[in-house]
Nanobody, 121 residues
Framework: QVQLRESGGGLVQAGGSLRLSCAAS????????MGWFRQAPGKEREFVAG????????GYIDSVKGRFTISRDNAKNTVYLQMNSLKPEDTAVYYC??????????????WGQGTQVTVSS
């Protein structure tokens, strides 16, 4: 069992940066594969980035490669999403998610409440 809480969202101009944080409760954070998803108005929720338990490997949706970086600090029970060169198309509610190991592209079982990211032109 894990509880997730996102923070760090806000309003930023195109080309700017934001860093999202996801704080996890529980004693087994290091056992979880972690991911970030987003949902824009009128669109389905989509996978953005994920990171395996040991942090050695990660995966990204093509549209954010080279701009976003996911990382984790298991000692602090926290996962991050550093977002650079933001575009208006990145505007969405961003959700932190967790699953009990496995591929970052698989089904996630636990979800945070989301944090709004708005990128203005």
């Amino acid at each position: 069992q894990v509880q997730l809480r996102e923070s760090g969202g806000g309003l930023v101009q195109a080309g700017g940066s934001l860093r999202l944080s996801c704080a996890a409760s529980g004693r087994t954070f290091s056992s979880y594969t972690m991911g970030w998803f987003r949902q824009a108005p009128g669109k389905e929720r989509e996978f953005v980035a994920g990171i395996w338990q040991n942090g050695g490997s990660s995966g990204y949706i093509d549209s954010v490669k080279g701009r976003f970086t996911i990382s984790r600090d298991n000692a602090k029970n926290t996962v991050y999403l550093q977002m650079n060169s933001l575009k208006p198309e990145d505007t969405a509610v961003y959700y932190c998610a967790a699953r009990a190991g496995g591929s970052v592209y698989g089904i996630y079982n636990y979800w945070g409440q989301g944090t709004q990211v708005t990128v203005s032109s």
